[in-house]
Antibody, heavy 121, light 107 residues
Framework: EVQLVQSGTEVKKPGESLKISCKGS????????VAWVRQMPGKGLEWMGI????????RYSPSFQGQVTISADKSINTAYLQWSSLKASDTAIYYC??????????????WGQGTLVTVSS | DIQMTQSPSSLSKSVGDRVTITCRAS??????LNWYQQKPGKAPKLLIY???TLQSGVPSRFSGSGSATDFTLTISSLQPEDSAVYFC?????????FGQGTKLEIK
């Protein structure tokens, strides 16, 4: 079964650092881009950036450039999203998603279950 | 960034009804448009890609149409399990952007 399994719920204080993970299985992890998507409480979906695990090529949305770091370790089929200094406004559910080319177009065909990050003093 | 606008923002329909959700882009996307379904507490699920192709395993009552700037998701006969939020997404340009979502409730 193709799946992405994310790390668990995090509760942090403002200013703390954090790294969450997304582990792929059931497919050749290094061959597909992995995207990170933010969903703030009760809100829509925002694409943060993507990483290509084979060579760690990374692209960011301008809205998130400099705010987070996306990386991957293909040896353990895992992608990461990290913050160096969290803010209360980072409170959200974060999803990773496998990007596949279908009919010549990108689509997110497999999603992780989501990681809830709560930042509160 | 390309702006995606869905309408309506919410709707309430009865089992068996035909449901139509629209998505409009701020510029032409060709066919670079996907639809996702998100149920409460769950991750989004891909329903339709490239505007009109049904993802494997998705019931045939779901269909998509449109091109350029105007797209439609149709549910031909609404079922109770279709209660969810539906999002469109453009992948024509980076960053990929989503519509704000349409909440579908069952009467």
């Amino acid at each position: 079964e193709v799946q992405l399994v994310q790390s668990g719920t995090e509760v942090k204080k403002p200013g703390e650092s954090l790294k969450i993970s997304c582990k792929g299985s059931g497919y050749t992890f290094s061959d597909y881009w992995v995207a990170w998507v933010r969903q703030m409480p009760g809100k829509g979906l925002e694409w943060m950036g993507i990483v290509y695990p084979d060579d760690s090529d990374t692209r960011y949305s301008p809205s998130f450039q400099g705010q987070v770091t996306i990386s991957a370790d293909k040896s353990i089929n895992t992608a990461y999203l990290q913050w160096s200094s969290l803010k209360a406004s980072d409170t959200a559910i974060y999803y990773c998603a496998k990007t596949t080319v279908l009919n010549g177009r990108d689509a997110f065909d497999i999603w992780g279950q989501g990681t809830l990050v709560t930042v509160s003093s | 960034d390309i702006q995606m606008t869905q309408s309506p923002s919410s709707l309430s329909k009865s089992v068996g009804d035909r449901v139509t959700i629209t998505c409009r882009a701020s510029q032409s996307l060709s066919y670079y448009l996907n639809w996702y379904q998100q149920k409460p507490g769950k991750a989004p699920k891909l329903l339709i890609y490239a505007a009109s192709t049904l993802q494997s395993g998705v019931p045939s009552r779901f269909s998509g149409s449109g091109s350029a700037t105007d797209f439609t998701l149709t549910i031909s006969s609404l079922q109770p399990e279709d209660s969810a939020v539906y999002f469109c997404q453009q992948t024509y340009s980076t960053p990929p952007t989503f519509g704000q979502g349409t909440k579908l409730e069952i009467k």
